[in-house]
């Protein structure tokens, strides 16, 4: 696909992000008060929702950024400068729609969900997404913003990890994803990878001892989870073996 192809199906993409972004948005507005009310399964039908919602914003304009950061790449090692220069343009707008799309559901978790969470495994959920949407600032972010952004997201996820390890059970999916997303954070974020793996290791472990008090309702969830942290430490620990024999 040429320059202009590429430029052409990544605009066109755009418009649907935009659209979902707006039906993310209204439902933040209008579904905020009701999960203030943390009883009974309507409750976590809606932060589901929530959560899905703006999961499909962010999914699409972190896609749309990691295309444009390697078209860029590659349009400088070729040296083509007008072209650079567009894609540098729309790269910064794709950052400007990342960062309103984190400050919006940072502004409704921090103002409403996590002040109005009283039962674990809602404070477990929104720290988590706290920590989230920091961690994809975190990503594209430079300087003292990107190191804010990386201070922010250890503190969210510690302040869910202190719950989810007091309250939940290891193979609580909630806290499955916690471990998932925390490593993650240390590999891709922080480039500790020995940290990485060994709260992925740690999480899998618990999780796999008590496997056999998992409830019917979580077990597919739980199980997930449980391979990709499993996927992750084979890569993780797969890369640590090939710089070990192969040094910078």
Same mark, same amino acid.
């Given at each position: 696909?040429?320059?202009? /192809?590429?430029? &052409? ?30 009883? %009974? ?13 703006? $999961? ?11 295309? +444009? ?9 070729? $040296?083509?400068?007008? /072209?650079?220069?567009? +894609? $540098? ?6 950052? &400007?729609?990342?960062?309103? +799309? ?15 969470? &009283? ?8 720290? $988590? ?13 430079? %300087?003292?913003?990107?190191?804010? *952004? ?14 989810? +390890? *007091? ?9 499955? %994803? ?36 998992? %409830? ?28 070990? /024999? /192969?040094?910078?």
């Amino acid at each position: 696909m040429d320059f202009a /192809h590429r430029n &052409s199906a990544l605009l066109w993409s755009r418009g649907a992000e935009w659209q979902i972004q707006v039906n993310a948005t209204a439902l933040a507005t209008h579904c905020s008060s009701a999960l203030r009310d943390e009883r %009974g399964i309507a409750n976590i039908v809606l932060r589901n929702l929530l959560s899905v919602a703006y $999961k499909n914003v962010i999914g699409s304009l972190r896609a749309a950024w990691w295309i +444009v950061s390697s078209i860029e790449q590659k349009e400088e090692s070729r $040296k083509n400068e007008e /072209h650079v220069v567009l +894609v $540098k343009d729309y790269r910064s707008k794709v950052e &400007s729609e990342l960062s309103d +799309v984190c400050a919006s559901i940072l502004q409704l978790l921090d103002s409403n969900l996590i002040p109005s969470a &009283s039962a674990s495994e809602s404070k477990v959920f929104y720290l $988590k997404m706290k920590g989230d949407y920091h961690r994809y600032l975190a990503e594209f972010k430079v %300087g003292d913003e990107r190191k804010a *952004a990386a201070e922010d997201t250890m503190l969210a996820y510690r302040a869910a990890q202190d719950v989810a +390890v *007091a309250d939940l059970a290891p193979t609580h999916p909630i806290r499955l %994803g916690l471990a998932l997303n925390f490593s993650v954070f240390y590999f891709e974020i922080l480039n500790q990878s020995d940290k990485a793996c060994s709260m992925a290791k740690e999480a899998f472990e618990e999780a796999i001892a008590e496997l056999d008090t998992l %409830g019917e309702e979580s077990y597919k969830d739980s199980t997930l989870i449980m391979q990709l942290l499993r996927d992750n430490l084979t890569l993780w620990t797969s890369d640590a073996q090939v710089s070990e /024999h /192969h040094p910078p």
